[in-house]
């Protein structure tokens, strides 16, 4: 997530998702599938709106939920001067999903998230996960195994996501972990760096 950019236009088609899990638990419905089959499940861009829905055209020619983005005078947040935009938003306070990725991911067994994402950017955009709590911080950010995006192409990201796996946590509480922040998941987000010129 490296790069900065200003004045990008262009973004985001495309979202379907699910998680894995390594053994079966009560805790969610795991594993889950967000097809969004009828409408956008109640998942939203980065203004907080509710995605764009179109029944046809998802990797495998059928449903999926979209959003714009444009990159014109985006400015990335004080505590990660590095950090491009969150795009997709799997929120609480819109119900997400019916709140099927919300809980505590580690006693469920979650082991992975998998995504299918499609960017119209003029250039190939890494992908990163974010989990946080109901309030948004402190929160976890994942890179994807293979993160790198090519304009124009649904690809499939996966997210190694075990209390284990490496992650990136954002909190003002220096021994604050991997496994603290998903024993709370409440918001499950995706983002693309932001793109040099």
């Given at each position: 997530?490296?790069?900065?950019?200003?004045?990008?236009?262009?973004?985001?088609?495309?979202?379907?998702?699910?998680?894995?899990?390594?053994?079966?638990?009560?805790?969610?419905?795991?594993?889950?599938?967000?097809?969004?089959?009828?409408?956008?499940?109640?998942?939203?861009?980065?203004?907080?709106?509710?995605?764009?829905?179109?029944?046809?055209?998802?990797?495998?020619?059928?449903?999926?939920?979209?959003?714009?983005?444009?990159?014109?005078?985006?400015?990335?947040?004080?505590?990660?001067?590095?950090?491009?935009?969150?795009?997709?938003?799997?929120?609480?306070?819109?119900g997400a999903s019916g709140g099927n990725f919300e809980g505590d991911w580690d006693a469920a067994g979650v082991t992975q998230v998998r995504v299918?994402?499609?960017?119209?950017?003029?250039?190939?955009?890494?992908?990163?996960?974010?989990?946080?709590?109901?309030?948004?911080?402190?929160?976890?950010?994942?890179?994807?195994?293979?993160?790198?995006?090519?304009?124009?192409?649904?690809?499939?990201?996966?997210?190694?996501?075990?209390?284990?796996?490496?992650?990136?946590?954002?909190?003002?509480?220096?021994?604050?972990?991997?496994?603290?922040?998903?024993?709370?998941?409440?918001?499950?987000?995706?983002?693309?760096?932001?793109?040099?010129?």
């Open positions: 997530m490296g790069k900065k950019g200003r004045g990008v236009p262009g973004l985001i088609s495309g979202l379907l998702l699910g998680l894995a899990l390594a053994a079966p638990s009560a805790a969610q419905t795991v594993p889950f599938v967000e097809d969004f089959d009828v409408d956008e499940s109640g998942w939203a861009d980065n203004a907080g709106f509710l995605l764009d829905w179109s029944a046809t055209g998802g990797p495998d020619g059928g449903s999926y939920a979209w959003g714009d983005f444009d990159y014109t005078g985006y400015v990335p947040p004080p505590l990660a001067p590095d950090a491009g935009p969150i795009v997709y938003r799997g929120e609480d306070q819109n299918w994402v499609r960017h119209d950017a003029p250039v190939d955009l890494e992908w990163i996960l974010r989990v946080a709590n109901t309030f948004n911080f402190p929160a976890l950010a994942y890179d994807a195994v293979d993160p790198v995006v090519q304009p124009n192409v649904w690809t499939e990201l996966v997210f190694e996501v075990e209390a284990t796996d490496p992650c990136i946590p954002e909190s003002t509480n220096p021994s604050f972990t991997c496994l603290d922040g998903l024993q709370n998941v409440a918001h499950i987000q995706f983002g693309p760096d932001a793109p040099q010129q």
